[in-house]
């Protein structure tokens, strides 16, 4: 019977540098002679992609509802899909953002409460939890000014600062309640020293999980 592999999550705000930290676990992982498959959210499927595409796109306005929904729809599809299928073959899965991303966007930022999100999900019977989660975190100033020197951005980066303010309080109040699976990373600071905030977490989970 193959064992089954371990979900990993990075989250944050625009601008913390997800994609460059991503990069960097999956190459430890990589070194550690870890199969890991790499997914994204919203996306990951046909589907989400083509969902991705509308709620970063959209050209009319968006519901907060609708928009909590399109997500929740995604996810769904990546779980069945893509996420479930290689855990159970045993395969590691490295997503950046995942239902933590709804709670803090759409539950906080768009103020539809932790409690929709969660009665969605559970309608949706979407139960699975990542094994550890990284959480990027800096001040709401810095990350947005990465963010703009990027380039053009998409309907939610165009959001108002207050928006992502109470995205960055959901975020923080999901680690302080889970505080084993959820690892807050100080991503103000120079790039060594963040990844090295996550290669010791990293490090600890893998030995944990070794046993």
């Given at each position: 019977m193959t064992d089954r592999g371990c979900f990993i999550t990075l989250e944050g705000l625009e601008g913390v540098g997800k994609t460059t930290n991503r990069e960097h676990v999956e190459a430890l992982l990589k070194q550690e002679g870890i199969s890991v498959l790499v997914t994204r959210e919203p996306g990951g499927t046909d589907l989400g992609e083509q969902l991705r595409h509308l709620?970063?796109?959209a050209s009319a306005p968006v519901s907060a509802e609708a928009e909590l929904m399109m997500m929740t729809a995604s996810r769904k599809q990546h779980v069945v899909e893509i996420i479930e299928p290689a855990l159970s073959r045993g395969q590691w899965v490295l997503c950046d953002?995942?239902?933590d991303a709804s709670f803090a966007y759409q539950g906080g930022g768009r103020k539809?409460?932790?409690d929709t999100v969660a009665q969605l999900h559970e309608l949706m019977n979407i139960h699975l939890q990542p094994d550890i989660t990284f959480l990027l975190d800096m001040p709401i100033?810095?990350?947005l000014k990465r963010m703009a020197a990027r380039g053009k951005p998409?309907?939610?980066e165009k959001e108002e600062l207050a928006f992502f303010e109470r995205a960055r309080k959901?975020?923080?109040e999901r680690a302080g309640s889970q505080?084993?699976?959820v690892k807050v990373i100080d991503a103000g600071l120079a790039l060594n020293a963040v990844q090295d905030q996550v290669s010791t977490a990293l490090n600890a989970f893998l030995v944990n999980h070794r046993g």
């Open positions: 709620l970063l796109h953002r995942f239902a539809l409460g932790a100033a810095d990350g998409d309907r939610i959901a975020y923080l505080p084993e699976r």
